[in-house]
């Protein structure tokens, strides 16, 4: 148990449509990241949210957007859905000085994308 | 450019077989960190250990061992005496200092082990 929760567990959306995943950080966690996990492959960064500013971006379009809250919480919208978000979703959080000691994932939100 | 290859994608062992993992990485940063990760079925990533470059030393812990060569970018994993409960998805990951802080993940290696 890292103490970091993800809501939903599953999900199914369809082609063209927006989702929001949330992700509740552990208590004291600044700093948020975000994965996208295909099947089969290893997980890849979105982008990471440090006192609710975005604090590096990986290679994902604009319709991957993020917020992080003043309790340190942050949801991961995705617009337009395509077949292929169809993945994976894993956040992680930490404090940012000791973020290059660990991260401590969630249990992950599995997306369907029909 | 950052990158972690992890050349097995699927080991099958009997019980109490060793079974070692391959882990190669690139990077041209002189301060990184590496790391293992277990992700059992549920899908949450479990850390099991973290490495930086500038110590070598090999460690050892229960049933886990973790072999960093800097002289050929490695940093192996080795499970003695495997058991049913090791059967996992397992990453190697790494952090390049200049690079920021996000972990940059190999494809896996899933590991079976059969009674």
């Known amino acids: 148990e890292t103490g970091v929760t993800q809501s939903p567990t599953h999900l199914i959306k369809t082609r063209g449509q927006q989702v929001t995943l949330r992700c509740s950080s552990q208590?004291?966690?600044?700093?948020v990241s975000w994965y996208q996990q295909a099947l089969g492959q290893g997980p890849q960064f979105i982008f990471q949210y440090y006192r609710e500013e975005e604090n590096g971006r990986g290679n994902f379009p604009p319709r991957f957007s993020g917020l992080q809250f003043p309790n340190y919480s942050s949801e991961l919208n995705v617009n337009a859905l395509e077949l292929d978000d169809s993945a994976l979703y894993l956040c992680?959080?930490?404090?940012?000085?000791?973020?290059?000691?660990?991260?401590?994932f969630g249990p992950g939100t599995r997306l369907l994308v029909l | 450019a950052q990158k972690v290859t992890q050349a097995q994608t699927e080991i099958s062992v009997v019980e109490k077989e060793d079974v070692t993992l391959d882990c190669v990485y690139e990077t041209r940063d002189t301060t990184y960190y590496l790391f293992w990760y277990k992700q059992p079925p549920s899908g949450e990533l479990v850390f099991l250990i973290r490495?930086?470059?500038?110590?070598?030393q090999n460690e050892i812990s229960g049933r886990y061992s973790w072999n960093f060569q800097k002289s050929t970018s490695s940093f192996n994993f080795t499970i003695t005496a495997s058991q049913v409960v090791d059967s996992a998805v397992y990453f190697c990951a790494l952090i390049a200092d200049q690079a920021g802080t996000a972990l940059i993940f190999g494809k896996g290696t899933t590991l079976s082990v059969s009674s």
């Open positions: 992680a959080s930490n404090t940012f000085e000791t973020i290059r000691e660990t991260q401590y």
């Open positions: 208590s004291g966690h600044n700093t």
């Open positions: 490495r930086n470059s500038f110590d070598e």
